[in-house]
T-cell receptor, first 113, second 111 residues
Framework: DSGVTQTPKHLITATGQRVTLRCSPR?????VYWYQQSLDQGLQFLIQ???????AKGNILERFSAQQFPDLHSELNLSSLELGDSALYFC????????????FGPGTRLTVT | DAKTTQPPSMDCAEGRAANLPCNHS???????VYWYRQIHSQGPQYIIH???NNETNEMASLIITEDRKSSTLILPHATLRDTAVYYC????????????FGTGTSLTVIP
């Protein structure tokens, strides 16, 4: 158990819909990262927040957005969903940016039908 | 960040040492080598990291060649629970944000 929690564990929704994935980092960790893992793309970095502020962006689509709240939990919002958005979405946390270890949550499996 | 090359798959007999190679010929002087693993759709898990000296912890050993162009992760006594995808990543320590995970090596430990 990494100490990072993600909800929900599974999510099934239809194309065109919007969903919100939630992540609670390890106690004391200020940095939160979101990754997407699909069968054909592997594990891809989406976005990072540090203490409430966006720190880095990766291959995140404009239909996707995220935020980190004052209590340090983070939400990833996915809108206008397409079949290709079906994937595992992982959240990871670390004490600070660049720390050698990122602690990954169990992931949210999103299925778009 | 430098690119890494790993074999797509490997097998190892249970109880034997698993040696997973990684090439990073374009690594720069301040880039560390990190190893993570992912067990069947779980979140990736940190294993070990190092700069140029060999490193050992309770999970594994990391051997980095003198020219730093390649490294080997050693699991000394592989168990069935070590079956996973192993990712070798190079990154500057304490800078940069995300890890870039490549395709990794799928290790299967055989009973």
């Amino acid at each position: 158990d990494s100490g990072v929690t993600q909800t929900p564990k599974h999510l099934i929704t239809a194309t065109g819909q919007r969903v919100t994935l939630r992540c609670s980092p390890r106690s004391g960790d200020l940095s939160v990262y979101w990754y997407q893992q699909s069968l054909d793309q592997g594990l891809q970095f989406l976005i990072q927040y540090y203490n409430g502020e966006e720190r880095a962006k990766g291959n995140i689509l404009e239909r996707f957005s995220a935020q980190q709240f004052p209590d340090l939990h983070s939400e990833l919002n996915l809108s206008s969903l397409e079949l290709g958005d079906s994937a595992l979405y992982f959240c990871a946390s670390s004490p600070w940016t660049g720390h050698y270890e990122q602690y990954f949550g169990p992931g949210t499996r999103l299925t778009v039908t | 960040d430098a690119k890494t090359t790993q074999p797509p798959s490997m097998d190892c007999a249970e109880g034997r040492a698993a040696n997973l190679p990684c090439n990073h010929s374009t690594i720069s002087g301040n880039e560390y080598v990190y190893w993570y693993r992912q067990i069947h759709s779980q979140g990736p898990q940190y294993i070990i990291h190092g700069l140029k000296n060999n490193e050992t912890n309770e999970m594994a050993s990391l051997i980095i060649t003198e020219d730093r162009k390649s490294s080997t992760l050693i699991l000394p006594h592989a168990t069935l629970r070590d079956t996973a995808v192993y990712y070798c990543i190079v990154r500057v320590l304490n800078t940069g944000n995300q890890f870039y995970f490549g395709t990794g090596t799928s290790l299967t430990v055989i009973p």
